[in-house]
């Protein structure tokens, strides 16, 4: 079934240490992002990127940093997790072609660091 | 800044209407979305408008209006399995979604 895929699906970190939260699409999209979301505070961009390439900072970008050295990929890695960043971590993807906008997750990823 | 706004938790009855309201303040705009996400999953699409009016889809209708940085989703003939999360997001200038904090839909028998 074409989408994402996120991996691993949860996960419990020991502060301090690193962690990269994987994120394949097989849609060809040329846009990807990663969100985390927390009770009572919706959907935060992290960071994004809009082609291959290229990657930009979102809103709550500290203490994270992603690559995107193909379409298909955007890895997030947390270099030395803290506890503020347990969350649901979510993966996206969009494309403009046909002017259709609208974004496609994958499943979500649940941290705890401790 | 820019900034959504959207009720935090609605109730209503199964078999009944209800209308989840969002209003918008942006940087631009290049169109409104509605996502639906269940506890637990992922948020899917449910509809998009980026002109004023009101776009069917069976029995989930949403409204734009521009002019009042308003929009609704209307949900008709509810059913248990619609207890979810709406999210309302616009797609700003530089073309990125800006997203509301959710409003929480509970359906009781």
């Known amino acids: 079934t074409a989408g994402i895929t996120q991996a691993p699906t949860s996960q419990i970190l020991a502060a301090g240490r690193s962690m990269t939260l994987r994120c394949t699409q097989d849609m060809r999209h040329n846009a990807m992002y990663w969100y985390r979301q927390d009770l009572g505070l919706g959907l935060r961009l992290i960071h994004y990127?809009?082609?291959?390439?290229?990657?930009g900072k979102g809103e709550v970008p500290d203490g994270y940093s992603v690559s995107r050295a193909n379409t298909d990929d955007f890895p997030l890695t947390l270099a030395s997790a803290v506890p503020s960043q347990t969350s649901v971590y979510f993966c996206a993807s969009s494309d403009s072609k046909d002017g259709n906008y609208g974004y496609t997750f994958g499943s979500g990823t649940r941290l705890t660091v401790v | 800044g820019q900034n959504i706004d959207q009720p935090t938790e609605m109730t209503a009855t199964e078999g009944a209407i209800v209308q989840i309201n969002c209003t918008y303040q942006?940087?631009?705009?290049?169109?409104l979305f509605w996502y639906q996400q269940h506890a637990g999953e992922a948020p899917t699409f449910l509809s998009y408008n980026v002109l004023d009016g009101l776009e069917e889809k069976g029995r989930f209708s949403s409204f734009l209006s521009r002019s009042k940085g308003y929009s609704y989703l209307l949900l008709k003939e509810l059913q248990m399995k619609d207890s979810a999360s709406y999210l309302c997001a616009v797609l700003d200038s530089n073309y990125q979604l800006i997203w509301g904090a959710g409003t929480k839909l509970i359906i009781k028998p």
């Open positions: 942006t940087s631009g705009f290049n169109g």
């Open positions: 990127s809009n082609t291959a390439g290229t990657t």
